[in-house]
């Protein structure tokens, strides 16, 4: 059984930077990990997106200057590196695996497993 657990999330000052993390355990054909998020009353958005095996990554055009994804294959997590954090970046922030469609397009409903989501609070 496939599970994606994730953890870094924390309150922080705008300005501020933090990494989040995602590790799988289980057996995962997917060769495609990304990061959403979802803030309260509004919908799941895709963060940024990553190839396992050659390192491609895809990112909302919105983030890409802030935001970095990365993979630790040996590890089996994958990483969110977030800096200059502002307070519409407070959200819940969810790893997922993609069980078909592009990697590139941050589709939600393209990823068929989901971690329990780590919460990001950036205070003014």
């Known amino acids: 059984q496939v599970q994606l657990v994730e953890s870094g999330g924390e309150s922080v000052q705008t300005g501020g930077s933090l990494r989040l993390s995602c590790v799988v355990s289980?057996?995962?054909?997917?060769?495609?990990m990304g990061w959403f998020r979802q803030a309260p009353g509004k919908e799941r958005e895709g963060v940024a997106s990553i190839y396992l095996q050659q390192g491609f990554t895809n990112y909302a055009e919105s983030l890409k200057d802030r935001f970095t994804i990365s993979r630790d294959t040996a590890k089996r997590t994958t990483y969110l590196e977030m800096n200059a954090l502002k307070p519409e970046d407070t959200a819940i922030y969810y790893c997922a695996a993609l069980e078909k469609g592009s990697c590139g397009q941050l589709d939600p409903a393209d990823f068929i497993y989901w971690g329990q989501g780590t919460q990001v609070t950036v205070s003014s």
């Open positions: 289980g057996y995962l054909r997917s060769n495609c």
